[in-house]
């Protein structure tokens, strides 16, 4: 495990004529999305899904801000026509501007993280082969539904993002993404008076649907480094 990692100064802002690397350089005719990834001395890959809105940017923001001085930290984004998710991590300075690549997918969301998943493998690849071994990478899918998956091809675990401004009833309704993600993060609980959403609906809902599998509550506006999530990476990763 890295343990000494340093940005060596201030990193640098994103600036006029930045254009994010283009990573689908070559194809995976051979993957099966379906097929786990293959265990080694590798990065631990985990997968941030969830839908529009609900705060998968600003966690990997904050994710960024928790581990990335003692992490070799990369992220791959995903949006369909543009890279505004990697352009919001450059413009908040989390991350050094090649520790991260954006991915235009020019599809529905639920197929470059799910069933053709090359596009996203390369970006991976890419950071691997220009930065060198890596400790975590964080790879943020485009807004999708509750419905939402990653390939077990690409990432390891996965976490589903939803918040409380669609109501309290948004665990009771279910979806994959609530159901069987690794974690479940309910988001903006900052505004749950605001928007008439009761906390303890959310938790026992999310219960009923989940089982054993873990939820953990969070604001961003009153944690910046959302330190329940980054606690649960740093969980998985080996020891230090």
Not at 57 to 73: H, I, M, N, P, S
Not at 162 to 188: C, E, M, Q, S, Y
Request: with cysteine; glycine share 10%; net charge negative.
């Amino acid at each position: 495990m890295h343990l000494d990692h340093s940005t060596g100064g201030a990193w640098p802002r994103p600036s006029d004529n930045y254009v994010p690397p283009t990573p689908h350089t070559h194809p995976h005719p051979d993957q099966d999305p379906h097929q786990a990834l293959a265990a080694g001395p590798r990065a631990l890959r985990i997968g941030i899904g969830g839908p529009v809105g609900s705060g998968k940017t600003a966690l990997v923001a904050a994710l960024c801000r928790a581990l990335g001085e003692q992490l070799r930290l990369a992220v791959v984004t995903n949006d369909i026509y543009t890279t505004e998710d990697a352009d919001f991590l450059l413009r908040n300075g989390v991350l050094p501007a090649e520790r991260i690549r954006a991915v235009e997918t020019g599809c529905c969301p639920h197929t470059a993280i799910r069933d053709d998943i090359s596009a996203n493998l390369d970006a991976v690849e890419d950071l691997e082969a220009t930065l060198g071994p890596l400790d975590l990478v964080l790879v943020e899918s485009g807004g999708d539904n509750l419905t939402a998956t990653f390939s077990k091809g690409l990432i390891d675990k996965q976490i589903f993002v939803v918040d409380v401004a669609g109501g309290d009833k948004v665990p009771r309704k279910g979806g994959p993404g609530v159901t069987a993600a690794d974690l479940l993060v309910i988001n903006k609980t900052d505004l749950a008076p605001l928007v008439g959403a009761d906390l303890a609906v959310m938790e026992h809902d999310a219960k009923e649907r989940r089982g054993d599998l873990p939820t953990v509550f969070v604001s961003l506006v009153d944690d910046r480094n959302a330190t329940a999530v980054a606690d649960w990476i740093s969980a998985l990763l080996p020891p230090r």
